[in-house]
């Protein structure tokens, strides 16, 4: 009996903390055809909220601007991270402890850190900031997650596997594309999603070393909620709709 109201408290308990998490998305989202512009009463279903936002060519070149960047960003992170952990894989033990430290820096920093330290180092170089600037940043904070998906894949693989496609003939190049890769793609997939799920939905990093009217997604949902706009409701069930299906 004291096993079973454990259990029913578990499960309240349970309930209670996934209702904390989700009902302000769903909240966001039924808002978002919501007829009117308060965001307290639903009046009626409408979508005239998504058609303003698909009209406002702000809202869109956000939108190009954030898919287009974390497109980049994925493929340039997933092809350099792949390689890095490869490389790390047949190097050193002391060398690879070193850079597995390094490369867990921008992963445990709090992203402040990070996007100051971005900042002053674009300045430093005298950089401007703009398109150029968020994309480098977003492939230097995606990287280090491509690497730590992709290393314990290169850990669990038999390591004669290349030696043995050598020895049968195959070049380098090959016994990396056709029997390397193929074992670890379950790595590298997951890396990618992770990639572009970090670079789609980043805010402070980008907020910090963007500029010439290059704005993300977040940026501009951070500058439209100083303003009563439905429209950002709208805006935000479309990233919500992106990341879940990512």
Known sequence: MEEKR??????IILGITALFFYLPILYIIVFSFNDSRSLTKFSGFSLRW???MFSDSAMMQSVVYTIVIAILATIISTVAGTLAAIGLSRSRKALRNVVEQVNNL???NPEIVTAIGLL???SALGINKGFTTLLLAHIMFCTPYVILSVSPKL???DPNLADAALDLGATPLQALTKVIVPQIMPGIV???LIAFTMSFDDFIISYFVTGNG????????Y????RVIPSINALSTLVIAIITVV
Do not use: D, W
């Open 6 to 11: 454990h259990r029913i408290g578990a499960k």
């Open 50 to 52: 998504y058609e303003k």
């Open 214 to 221: 290059v704005n993300n997604i977040s940026i501009l949902v």
């Open 223 to 226: 500058t439209m909620s100083k």
């Open 190 to 192: 997951s890396g990618a």
């Open 155 to 157: 850990r669990s693989l």
């Open 106 to 108: 921008p992963i445990m």
């Open 120 to 122: 002053m180092f674009f």
